[in-house]
């Protein structure tokens, strides 16, 4: 195995070092390293403005809002309002995975758009949005639209909250709108905020019905990416727990608005929906925990920490049996495959919290994380909230409405009282509390957020990972320097990789890609032996 260089501070000067002087003073302050277990903390710079000119990984705040938080429900018609190369490139494209179940109504294999064009912009794009409206309405009957902006309806200002009223009252459906243009944020941060407002305001709890079940719980930042909300079900299901809304894999506008009947919220994707964890709190008294299902151990924490929260034995006892049982299934795999994986390196730059969850995959099968970062992640998520209780230091969520969000102890009881909290949290529930990326990581890893292209090269070049974890826009470039790339968005075509059965196929699939001979068969023949035909010229 060959060394690895561990000197992070050297191997930053290096990435800035032929950068001009006020982007490296920019760069290095996100730039640091890791630290050991129960250091201090330092500070990194995140959600920031990307610097204009360097290639970034982020996506805009509509990604954000419509392709991210709101696109994977799959009986409300999401309707961008805007030219359709956003609405076509936001289709499908995320691996979202459904299942049309009984009532069989799913739009997800659809794309609705206004398809602006430039007349739309010169005069205005305000009639065909309602006309787009009444078609989606005429064609499929769903129970709820969602209008989306993008850039340039902003520009030419469309009052889309007003056609989304009067077509609301026209059609006698939900219809609600939301301003997340391209532009507004600094990356698809800023739309997932706008998306957890305009769902908490107009679709969360406005249906009081009973919802069956002794453990109702709500999975908060769960997209089913290649079918992992179907495992977590399977394991939820198997231990007792009542699922009664995903936020939002395979939802259905009817587990949103019951949403509130949930007697606790697990928060999966802290950085997509921790806002709605914080305003049903604050409304409908429902405690929160971070959950994470990414790693088969930290599974059966997560699981753990959910039965204890109901302090029922029974359900204590059932949940410990299916750890038990699947744990044996998992450590038959690591026991096969581990000793091929271990001391291998790799890299993971990615997202808002996957850069972080999937290292737990990668530890399992003794794998060394040399660096990550996230794309667009906050500050509270590298550094944890443990360190940052504060959510409102968020540079793009300035241009965001905060909404007002008032308790109503009178219909919605807290589920627990301060005294319940504080004994549950000395048992190590730790309610709203959630480790960042930055510690533990080890003072020899390197975290970089939003790391841009020409950094990507570099580190490459210099650490040489055996598998390098990002998206679309760096996959085949660094497949082209000879390092296989694992997306850890869509899983490529894999997946599901969450839960138990999840770590199972991603031991198999990282095995397959850190042990294949190809990756050395990709030097051209001309590139090592020379020219292969030689000629003379007379
Ligand atoms: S599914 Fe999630 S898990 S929601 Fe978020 S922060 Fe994106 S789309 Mo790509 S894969 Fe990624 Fe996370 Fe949460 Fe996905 S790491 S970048 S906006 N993300
Ligand atoms: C987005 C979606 C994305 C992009 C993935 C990628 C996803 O940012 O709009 O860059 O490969 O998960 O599909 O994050």
Redesign the pocket.
Known sequence: MSTKPTNVEEIKKELIAKMPTKVARKRAKSILPGTEVGEPIPEIQSNVRTIPGVITQR?CTY??CK???LGPSRDIVNLTHGPIGCGFYSWLT?R?QTDAGPDGENFIPYAFSTDMTEHDIVFGGEKKLRAAIQEAYDNFHPKAISIFSTCPVGLIGDDIHAVARTMQEELGITIFANSCEGYKGVS??AG?HIANNQIMKHVIGTKDVEVEGKFKVNML?E?N?GGDAFEIERILEKCGFTLVATFSGNSTVEDFRKAHAADLNTV??????NYVAEMMETKYGIPWIKVNFIGAEASAKSLRRMAAYFEDQELIDRTEAVIAEELEKVKTVVDEIKPRTDGKTAMLF??????H?YQELFKELGMKILGAG????HRDDYEGRHVLPTIKIDADSRNIEELEIHPDPERFKPRKTEEELARLNEKGLDFKGYEGMIGGMGKDAMVIDDINHYETEKLLEIYKPDIFCA?IKEKYIVQKMGIPLKQ???YDMGGPYAGFNGAINWYRDIDRMVNTKVWNLIKAPWQTDGPELEATYV
């Not at 999966?268 to 929906?273: A, F, K, P, Y």
């Not at 990615?350 to 850069?355: D, E, F, I, Q, Y």
Request: aromatic fraction near 8%.
């Open positions: 996506g990604a954000g392709g991210v938080v995320r979202n698809q941060s997932h930042g997209y990416i999966m994707c802290h950085r997509s929906l990615v997202g808002g919290s996957r850069a969850h996230y794309e667009f992640a998206g850890l968005h869509n």
